[in-house]
């Protein structure tokens, strides 16, 4: 395959990803029961493409879709993580929301649960979320 030709999959993925999250704020709540069929490959496109107003627009719906099915994205949770950790400068709305999706699955899995997990993270990682969400 050429370089080309995977660009235009990744390109692809990307654009898929963003309307995936875009269709989850206008019909969250006929695609959050399936969201642990397509949260890990989103969250894996919409981590290397800058901050800007269709990222920002994808993570709103897909947040919306997280407090509808929490438990959809319980095995990728670390996708997540990683996810809204590679936003440069998230909106003071984005962080909120991102902010709250954190705080309810350490209260979901409890203190103990939430600090092994933490501890799994990649130091880069685990020091971003600290950083920008106080976890």
Known sequence: MSLHHEFIIAK????????VGR??????EELAPHIGRFIRPCCYSLRNIKDNAE???????LCNMINLN???VLND????????????QPTDTLRQLFAN???SFKLQV??????NFIQQLPPPLRER???FYQI
């Open 12 to 19: 692809f993925h990307t654009k898929v990803a963003i309307t």
């Open 23 to 28: 269709l989850g704020q206008y019909c969250g």
């Open 55 to 61: 990222k920002e627009s994808a993570f709103i719906g």
């Open 70 to 72: 929490p438990v959809g």
């Open 77 to 88: 949770f670390i996708f997540w993580c990683d996810a809204i950790a590679s936003w440069s």
């Open 101 to 103: 999706i954190l705080q």
């Open 110 to 115: 409890g203190d103990v649960n939430w600090t």
């Open 129 to 131: 979320l600290a950083l």
